[in-house]
């Protein structure tokens, strides 16, 4: 900044007359001016104040203080000119004051000393280039026994260790349990859940294994700047290194890395065998054991920039490596089954109704028969084929296809053909359903439960009397219309009384349409075969898990599909008969659900089952590394062993096709003339 006459201002100096700021006192004779006396609102504020600081001077100067009422007869003498008096009426504060000091008029000039004494760093005094280790070290390990086979202070230990990591830990769910509202009232599922949110327990204080197998050993994902901060000391002599990536093949990296003093360090993040790295067998083998498909997988790994192979390299680990190693588990799982059961009466369709097994399945494509309307009956053909062998099958039960009826009465007389109930009153329902909603039906519906449940008591009330079941379902047209005796010689009368429900009037139009459902002639001839205890309701379950792991809406070539049945046969094995979870207090679990046939307007609850289990995940993992280490170490030799295998698969279904050339297609896309 300047001044008016355009020169810049010189800076403050320090004048040469300038004293320090000591204060000086003066003796002084003259009397202290009385305190201004504060009154109002803030005197009585105050008060108490006053009150506490007569006090630390009683104490502190050791004078004493004397408390005069008004209302006493005799007053003590007290100073004339040390007294501060208040209001009379109330308790009057005697003190002793001393007269501050007369102080001269100073100028304040800042500290002239230096505070902080001088200081000398020495810093380090080593050479930081050591071109050699500057000392040996042995290791001896651990010095214990490993097989400890009792430890009685492990829960404190663990106990104290949790805490720790609680405290310093930054995370907020950590204390979740002391920050959370003491009114907080949990719901039902959150009590009856056994899930306590520990995912990792037992991957704590886990010990690294570097001699555990392929098919066994654990994967983590490490970060780039993690690596790289491990891999840029030198592990010869701790200094800094910088680390390259060579070679990069899928999941399998080679790094380089140079220190200053020249030393090298060649790492890779796994085994291989062969120039395969196992880790992208494995993984081209996990997406197949989850059901996934690749695609997805594939592009999940790329949305987390995790390196991974392509996907002309996951079918080629497929079909040469992976497909065949769950057919070879599934041939090893269905010989024993069948061993196990040999000469043994069974209850098919497909899998032993009695123990829930599945036996066989077959695999259909649609040129090996006519149609696709002659997959399902070509299929028991072969199972029954196939099992005949090796059991006794006693009773089939299946659906009301009518090709499959018909092969059951003319080719396995022998056998008893019944019908799952399930099927049955599904049908019976959608067609009463269907009637209701035609014109002059609504009275229909609210029979319709009446209806299901009826069948359901007709199977498991008749037993093998086909008779007795064709009469009682023909005694509903009766209970409709509220008449409980004369239904048959077989059936002449009802087993309860009058009925609450609004009944139909016989002859009216809803009673006709109703009519027409119960007294078809393919219901009447299918209901004396109702299967009275076996239902193939696991046979539904079996289906949804096949859905998981082959589903309908993606395709998947022949190898690849027939692997994935084989490995959704291996899992329903394993745990179709798991047993019910229940909670750390014994309290059986269950789940409410909303079934889709009551369209919301019911619900149910169902008892879960205990989580399921993966054992084998692990058998196919093994077939897959012995087939890549023992019988087709090589890509050659394993493609001549696949051709040898997929000589007994149907030819696909475009090979009878006429070829086409994909240029001469592209041409007559972008010609105008020719489309």
């Known amino acids: 900044m300047k001044n008016l006459e355009g020169c810049p201002t010189m800076k403050p100096k320090l004048r040469p007359n300038a004293v320090p700021d000591i204060p000086l006192t003066q003796p002084t004779t003259a009397e202290p001016r009385p305190p201004i006396p504060k009154r109002g609102g803030y005197e009585k504020r105050r008060q108490a104040e006053i009150l506490q600081l007569a006090n630390d001077n009683y104490k ?114 950590v204390f979740s349990h002391a920050d959370s509202d003491e009114e907080y009232q949990p719901s039902d599922d959150d009590q009856s859940s056994d899930d306590d949110g520990d995912d990792n327990g037992e991957h704590k ?28 000391v030198c592990r010869y002599c701790s200094s800094e290194a910088v680390p390259v990536i060579q070679v990069s093949k899928g999941t399998l990296i080679v790094t380089n890395s140079i220190c200053v003093n020249g030393h090298l360090s060649i790492r890779k993040s796994q085994s291989s065998h062969n120039n395969l790295p196992w880790s992208n067998l494995m993984t081209a083998t996990a997406i197949m054991l989850s059901g996934c498909n690749a695609t997805s997988v594939l592009r999940i790994f790329d949305h987390l920039n995790v390196r991974m192979f392509s996907m002309r390299t996951y079918n080629r680990l497929q079909s040469l490596y992976v497909s065949p190693a769950p057919t070879m588990a599934w041939d090893a799982e269905q010989s024993s089954l069948l061993e196990q059961l040999r000469g043994s009466d069974v209850i098919l369709p497909s899998m032993d109704l009695q123990t829930k097994k599945i036996l066989d399945f077959q695999l259909i494509q649609s040129n090996e028969v006519k149609g696709s309307t002659h997959m399902e009956l070509e299929g028991i053909k072969r199972a029954l084929e196939f099992l005949k062998d090796y059991v006794n099958i006693k009773e089939v039960v299946t659906d009301r296809h009518s090709s499959i009826k018909k092969y059951m009465r003319i080719s396995q007389c022998d056998k008893k053909h019944l019908f799952d109930v399930w099927r049955v009153a599904k049908g019976v329902s959608k067609k009463s359903e269907a009637a209701a909603k ?39 047209m009766n209970h409709m219309c509220n008449k409980h005796e004369g239904h048959s010689s077989i059936y002449p009368k009802s087993d309860h009384g009058e009925l609450s429900q609004d009944r139909l009037v016989e002859g009216s139009v809803p009673y006709k349409k109703m009519k027409a459902v119960v007294e078809s002639k393919y219901l009447l001839t299918d209901v004396p075969k109702l299967s009275p205890v076996y239902q193939t309701y696991a046979l539904e379950v079996f289906h949804s898990v096949m859905n998981n792991f082959a589903p309908k809406s993606t395709h998947f070539f022949y190898s690849s599909m027939l692997a994935r049945l084989c490995v959704a046969a291996l899992h329903y094995n394993e745990n179709c008969n798991r047993d019910r979870a229940y909670t750390k207090d014994g309290v059986q679990c269950f789940s409410m659900v909303y079934p889709k046939a009551k369209k919301g307007k019911e619900a149910v609850v169902k008892s879960r089952p205990s989580p399921a289990t993966y054992d084998y995940v692990l058998l196919i993992k093994q077939a897959v590394v012995s087939r890549k280490e023992d019988d087709c170490s090589s890509y050659s030799n394993t493609a001549g062993d696949v051709q040898i295998l997929q000589n007994h698969f149907p030819v696909s279904l475009t090979q009878t096709f006429e070829p086409f050339q994909k240029a001469d297609l592209i041409e007559r896309h972008r010609s105008r003339c020719q489309r």
């Open 438 to 476: 035609k014109s002059g039906g609504k009275d229909i519906r609210p029979w319709i439960k009446s209806i299901v449940n009826h069948i359901y008591w007709i199977s498991s009330s008749c037993g093998m009397d086909g008779d007795l079941k064709a009469a009682k379902w023909l005694s509903i």
């Open 60 to 173: 502190r100067d050791t004078e004493c203080v004397q408390l005069q009422v008004p209302d006493s007869t005799t007053e003590p003498e007290l100073p004339t000119s040390n007294v501060t008096e208040k209001n009379t009426s109330k308790v009057t504060m005697v003190t002793k004051t001393t007269p501050p000091p007369s102080l001269k008029a100073v100028k304040h000039k800042k500290s002239q000393s230096y505070l902080r004494p001088q200081q000398r760093t020495r810093k380090h005094q080593t050479d930081l280039k050591i071109t050699q280790p500057s000392a040996t070290y042995s290791t001896i390990a651990t010095q214990t026994d490993d097989d400890i086979t009792k430890c009685t202070c492990a829960s404190i230990v663990t106990t104290t260790t949790n805490i720790n990591s609680a405290q310093n830990s930054d995370d907020d769910e």
């Open 205 to 232: 204080n886990y010990r690294l294994n570097a001699k555990a197998t392929t098919e066994e050993q654990k994967q983590f994902l490490v970060s780039e700047s993690a690596l790289a901060e491990l891999l840029s």
